[in-house]
């Protein structure tokens, strides 16, 4: 009994040097169980540190099985058993093993971890793990979902910052290694996802024309799929009403069904990411026309683009300019006035006008500023307005007829004669005659395609009532033309201009009062006569 109360506690005392020899090394606790053998009362074993300078630990043990503290590293271990007698057996073959370092615990990104990453293309995230005793450096590896991604390093610290894409799944893995590349017993390993910033809202193109077959959008940086909604206007519920919608589209275009009806509608495109937060959604409205939607017909609306009004308020705006021919006879003076010279001369117009949807009449009117300068260097201006009643109808399927039918007001700038000379061409004044009267208007149009077209044009104002005249007599009616041609260029949707030649005489005509009884009974006029470069614009508001 005394001798195994000793062998007992030599084993104690042994552990206790061991492990104050070792109270400044990291230490892992190691458990070993072998077979137990027939007859055996106790067992010897041997750990024998590998490495250089290594060192031996010697134990008892009753039981086949040991339990203690190693620092990491290699070993080898072997046992032989005692019997009764306390006579040892032989050894057994030497079996190596490896105290490895614990395994590395993972902080942050937590498994299954979802991070918002602050820039559109990368973002930089912190990893950061527990130090595991013993270690003298970490072996990181981080692997995306993005197949041209991989990052790994060697490292000391337990912390480190990396780049990475958005949008993306990562593993990352870390795995600790001592002085003597011991490494630790599993490899931590953990999964996160970056998430990307917000999609941009999509950009939905509008329609050229009310030709829908397809609706389409640019497509948006980093979206891999849409949804679309498309909606109607019931004008008589007053509100919208849902047609169809496509989901998870991934393609920047849907079809618009050619059995939807026309009228007024709405879109809303939402774009879409697996790892990215949804846009806002893109909402655009527009008309749909209502019956035949093909190629042909959108072909035979495109070639009349270039001369096409668009419904509602337009504007128009012409300037003339050219040098005209002044011609006035007045026999109110002593002897009468004739008096006859060129002169540089131009008009101005601006006009607002409106047409209805799917009517054929509409309205215009005008507000005409013309004038020129006189031999004697006077600016001499005049004004006129007109209002018109307008009338269209196509000709054919490049062709359209335009008639203008109203009353006008216009100004004439009459030479007055000085009434103590004769015939000399010497002029007192200037005074403006007015008068109103019906005008008539026609225009032929013709589209040669999309942008190009041309005008041919007439226009006569019968002057049949006084408004204001140098004697207060009475007019005789007179007519006034204006004949043009104008080549069209249609720059967009809102607006075409013109240019080209305009032959225009302003003509006005009343009975004199005159101070010579020699010329009683005679008219005065002035006449304005011109072949005026003409440039015109219209646009839709």
Same mark, same amino acid.
């Given at each position: 009994?005394?001798?195994?109360?000793?062998?007992?506690?030599?084993?104690?005392?042994?552990?206790?040097?061991?492990? *104050?020899?070792?109270?400044?090394?990291?230490?892992?606790?190691?458990?070993?169980?072998?077979?137990?053998?027939?007859?055996?009362?106790?067992?010897?074993?041997?750990?024998?540190?590998?490495?250089?300078?290594?060192?031996?630990?010697?134990?008892?043990?009753?039981?086949?099985?040991?339990?203690?503290?190693?620092?990491?590293?290699?070993?080898?271990?072997?046992?032989?058993?005692?019997?009764?007698?306390? +006579?040892?057996?032989?050894?057994?073959?030497?079996?190596?093993?490896?105290?490895?370092?614990?395994?590395?615990?993972?902080?942050?990104?937590?498994?299954?971890?979802?991070? =918002?990453?602050?820039?559109?293309?990368?973002?930089? +995230?912190?990893?950061?793990? #527990?130090?595991?005793?013993?270690?003298?450096?970490?072996?990181?590896?981080?692997?995306?979902?993005?197949?041209?991604?991989?990052?790994?390093?060697?490292?000391?610290?337990?912390?480190?910052?990396?780049?990475?894409?958005?949008?993306?799944?990562?593993?990352?893995?870390?795995?600790?290694?001592?002085?003597?590349?011991?490494?630790?017993?599993?490899?931590?390993?953990?999964?996160?996802?970056?998430?990307?910033?917000?999609?941009?809202?999509?950009?939905?193109?509008?329609?050229?024309?009310?030709?829908?077959?397809?609706?389409?959008?640019?497509?948006?940086?980093?979206?891999?799929?849409?949804?679309?909604? *498309?909606?109607?206007?019931?004008?008589?519920?007053?509100?919208?009403?849902?047609?169809?919608?496509?989901?998870?589209?991934?393609?920047?275009?849907?079809?618009?069904?050619? #059995?939807?009806?026309?009228?007024?509608?709405?879109?809303?495109?939402?774009?879409?990411?697996?790892?990215?937060?949804?846009?806002?959604?893109?909402?655009?409205?527009?008309?749909?026309?209502?019956?035949?939607?093909?190629?042909?017909?959108?072909?035979?609306?495109?070639?009349?683009?270039?001369?096409?009004?668009?419904?509602?308020?337009?504007?128009?705006?012409?300037?003339?300019?050219?040098?005209?021919? &002044?011609?006035? $006879?007045?026999?109110?003076?002593?002897?009468?006035?004739?008096? #006859?010279?060129?002169?540089?001369?131009?008009?101005?117009?601006?006009?607002?006008?409106?047409?209805?949807?799917?009517?054929?009449?509409?309205?215009?009117?005008?507000?005409?500023? /013309?004038?020129?300068?006189?031999?004697?260097?006077?600016?001499? $201006?005049?004004?006129?307005?007109?209002?018109?009643?307008?009338?269209? $109808?196509?000709?054919?399927?490049?062709?359209?007829?335009? /008639?203008?039918?109203?009353?006008?007001?216009?100004?004439?700038?009459?030479?007055?004669?000085?009434?103590?000379?004769?015939? /000399?061409?010497?002029?007192? /004044? &200037?005074?403006?005659?007015?008068?109103?009267?019906?005008?008539?208007?026609?225009?032929?149009?013709?589209?040669?395609?999309?942008?190009?077209?041309?005008?041919?044009?007439?226009?006569?104002?019968?002057?049949?009532?006084?408004?204001?005249?140098?004697?207060?007599?009475?007019?005789?009616?007179? =007519?006034?033309?204006?004949?043009?041609?104008?080549?069209?260029?249609?720059?967009?949707?809102?607006?075409?201009?013109?240019?080209?030649?305009?032959?225009?005489?302003?003509?006005?005509?009343?009975?004199?009062?005159?101070?010579?009884?020699?010329?009683?009974?005679?008219?005065?006029?002035?006449?304005?006569?011109?072949? &005026? =470069?003409?440039?015109?614009?219209?646009?839709?508001?």
């Amino acid at each position: 009994m005394m001798r195994t109360a000793f062998l007992l506690f030599s084993f104690l005392l042994t552990l206790t040097a061991f492990e *104050v020899a070792e109270a400044q090394s990291y230490r892992r606790l190691v458990n070993f169980e072998w077979e137990p053998i027939d007859g055996a009362v106790s067992y010897e074993l041997e750990i024998q540190q590998t490495q250089k300078d290594g060192k031996l630990y010697k134990f008892k043990e009753k039981k086949a099985e040991w339990g203690g503290r190693l620092t990491p590293g290699p070993y080898t271990m072997r046992v032989r058993a005692l019997d009764y007698r306390r +006579v040892p057996g032989e050894w057994s073959v030497a079996s190596p093993f490896d105290v490895g370092l614990e395994a590395v615990q993972a902080v942050f990104p937590a498994s299954k971890a979802e991070l =918002l990453g602050k820039g559109t293309d990368k973002t930089e +995230v912190e990893f950061r793990w #527990k130090p595991v005793p013993g270690a003298s450096s970490y072996q990181f590896e981080l692997t995306s979902s993005a197949p041209d991604f991989k990052y790994e390093t060697t490292l000391k610290e337990t912390k480190l910052r990396v780049k990475v894409p958005v949008a993306e799944a990562f593993t990352w893995k870390i795995q600790a290694s001592s002085k003597n590349d011991i490494k630790s017993e599993a490899i931590a390993l953990s999964e996160f996802t970056v998430l990307g910033p917000r999609l941009a809202t999509p950009k939905v193109e509008v329609p050229e024309n009310e030709f829908i077959r397809e609706i389409t959008w640019e497509k948006t940086p980093y979206a891999n799929k849409y949804d679309v909604a *498309v909606a109607k206007y019931n004008p008589l519920g007053k509100k919208w009403e849902k047609v169809h919608i496509y989901e998870n589209v991934e393609s920047n275009t849907v079809a618009f069904d050619e #059995k939807w009806t026309g009228g007024q509608y709405k879109v809303q495109v939402k774009a879409k990411s697996d790892r990215r937060a949804h846009s806002p959604l893109a909402t655009t409205e527009f008309r749909v026309r209502n019956g035949d939607r093909s190629p042909a017909a959108e072909f035979t609306h495109e070639v009349r683009k270039s001369i096409d009004r668009i419904n509602g308020w337009y504007g128009i705006a012409s300037y003339l300019i050219t040098q005209v021919s &002044y011609s006035s $006879t007045d026999f109110d003076g002593q002897n009468g006035l004739q008096t #006859k010279y060129p002169a540089i001369g131009g008009t101005g117009r601006l006009g607002l006008g409106h047409f209805k949807e799917n009517n054929a009449w509409g309205f215009l009117g005008v507000l005409d500023l /013309s004038g020129f300068m006189s031999k004697e260097n006077k600016a001499l $201006t005049s004004m006129s307005m007109e209002g018109s009643a307008v009338w269209r $109808t196509p000709v054919g399927d490049r062709g359209e007829f335009r /008639s203008q039918m109203g009353l006008y007001y216009k100004e004439h700038q009459v030479a007055l004669a000085e009434g103590t000379l004769t015939g /000399s061409g010497v002029v007192k /004044s &200037y005074e403006n005659a007015a008068v109103v009267g019906p005008h008539i208007s026609g225009e032929y149009w013709y589209s040669m395609g999309p942008k190009l077209g041309f005008q041919v044009n007439a226009h006569l104002y019968y002057g049949m009532l006084k408004m204001k005249t140098p004697n207060g007599q009475e007019i005789e009616p007179t =007519l006034s033309t204006q004949f043009g041609f104008l080549g069209s260029y249609r720059f967009n949707r809102r607006f075409t201009g013109l240019a080209g030649y305009s032959r225009r005489e302003d003509r006005i005509r009343y009975k004199s009062n005159p101070i010579n009884a020699a010329n009683s009974g005679k008219t005065n006029e002035a006449n304005v006569e011109g072949n &005026y =470069l003409n440039f015109f614009a219209e646009y839709s508001f």
